[in-house]
């Protein structure tokens, strides 16, 4: 049986986890929400995106995101860009996760010489075996996305964990322009952006005196 191993105390708390039971709508993966799924281990899906902006061009040079490999951001709640209060964080797996599925997708973005050959190819991380989404023919990508395929909890073990928080980033290979799909019924302004999604479990904390009935100790001389 495989066995995990990592620091307590330089284990960064989690905001909030869901039970079984507990209604939410989406894992929120700013506020590192995690669900036990199953007892043992508490689960986690990180989104981080790279945004191509051409009112504020950011990384875009002459309206276009030149090929490289670009580091990605957990965006904000917080959508105005003058007063965000909450920033935008580094998309980082932490030490000890095990990774069980990644996926890329490009929302709002293609291809600029719309050959059909541009790809998109998640970084930073090994295992499992990344995705590769890659233009159409038409410049754009599939809006399904790519993803790996699925590894279950019985084919992991503690070698498969991250041996240090880890940064997740994307690789481009050809340069690319924010533009909206006219046959996806998009507005010009929709967002643009290219998305990672990187689902990972860690081990969860031992059971502890609040989680069954120790009696309490009866001193000399107590009586009921």
């Known amino acids: 049986m495989a066995t995990f191993s990592f620091d307590h105390e330089q284990r960064t708390p989690w905001n909030n986890q869901i039970f079984p039971g507990n209604y939410v709508t989406q894992l929120n993966a700013y506020r590192d929400q995690g669900v036990v799924a199953i007892p043992g281990a508490v689960f986690f899906r990180g989104v981080g995106a790279l945004v191509l902006n051409p009112d504020t061009e950011g990384n875009l040079v002459s309206g276009e995101l030149p090929a490289a490999t670009y580091d990605l951001k957990v965006l904000s709640p917080d959508m105005r860009q003058d007063d965000k209060p909450r920033l935008d964080r580094p998309f980082i ?48 990508f599939n809006p399904v996305g790519e993803f790996s ?11 498969d ?51 069954l009935h120790i009696p309490y100790s009866v001193e000399a001389g107590q009586g009921f």
């Open 149 to 159: 395929a699925f590894v279950t909890i019985l084919d992991s073990d503690d070698t």
């Open 93 to 140: 797996i932490p030490e000890g996760a095990v990774i069980y599925r990644t996926a890329v997708n490009g929302v709002g973005v293609r291809e600029a010489t719309v050959a059909g050959t541009a790809t998109l190819k998640v970084a930073g991380i090994t295992a499992p075996a990344t995705p590769t989404a890659t233009a159409e023919s038409d410049g754009y």
């Open 161 to 211: 964990a991250l041996a240090g928080d880890t940064g997740v980033q994307v690789t481009t290979s050809a340069a690319l322009v924010a533009s909206q799909n006219p046959s996806a019924g998009a507005c010009r302004k929709a967002p643009s952006a290219i998305i990672v999604e990187v689902c990972y479990y860690l081990p969860d904390k031992v059971a502890g005196a609040d989680e």
